[in-house]
């Protein structure tokens, strides 16, 4: 079982050592990202794959509807070693158009444990109501309640104290906000990025924030 997988392993690290002798080497003693990606678990999703980055240069912390929720220890775990030993970059919050999560958060069936883990995205529905009742499209009103759950996972990774933390002691630190198209294989930029503290102070202006919509 799974020889093909083994075979695609052995395959893919000879390309690598052929291109490039010393890497694996080098990966072996230090691994130095940049970014940090939360994304979701959604297997058409892969995060070094989409911005075309090898082993070594993306932190990734992956989970259903890639929810940044304050009361998550592995989130927070991921987190804290990101920004504080790492000392991260960029900390980039993706969600994807036609996400499963997203739509199973609002879709009114009963799904067991789930259902608990993605009650933050309902909050965001009830909190954003009067805006998606006036998307009649129902795919549209989907997108869009995924770049809504986007922007509220900036929100909550800008607020933590971790965060909070590297920019009160001068760190140079980024929160952006993606959404990732399977359609065309295309990041959008919702344009929320959050550098400090001052600009973290002020992230009510989050809640007006166009729909890029391009799912």
């Not at 993706?94 to 879709?107: E, R, T």
Request: proline share 4%.
């Amino acid at each position: 079982m799974l020889d093909d997988l083994k075979a695609n392993n052995r395959r893919w690290a000879e390309r690598k050592i052929s291109a490039d002798p010393g890497f694996f080497k080098r990966l072996e003693g230090q691994q130095a990202p940049e970014y940090l990606w939360i994304g979701c678990s959604d297997s058409r999703v892969p995060a070094n794959e989409i911005v075309d980055l090898d082993p070594g240069e993306l932190f990734v912390h992956r989970n259903v509807a890639n929810l940044a929720p304050p009361q998550d220890a592995n989130y927070l775990s991921v987190l804290q070693y990101s920004v504080d030993v790492l000392k991260v970059k960029h900390i980039l919050v993706v969600g994807h158009y036609g996400c499963g999560g997203v739509a199973a958060a609002v879709d009114g069936e009963r799904r067991g444990l789930i259902d608990h883990w993605l009650h933050p995205i309902r909050e965001v529905h009830h909190d954003h109501q009067h805006e998606l009742e006036q998307i009649a499209d129902d795919r549209a009103r989907w997108d869009r309640l995924v770049e809504l759950n986007v922007i509220r996972q900036v929100r909550n990774v800008a607020s933590d104290v971790f965060v909070q933390d590297a920019w009160a002691r001068g760190q140079e630190l980024n929160v952006h906000g993606w959404v990732y198209s399977i359609a065309d294989g295309l990041v959008r930029d919702l344009e929320v990025t959050v550098s400090s503290i001052e600009e973290a102070a002020r992230l009510d202006r989050f809640r007006n924030i166009p729909a890029v919509r391009g799912g």
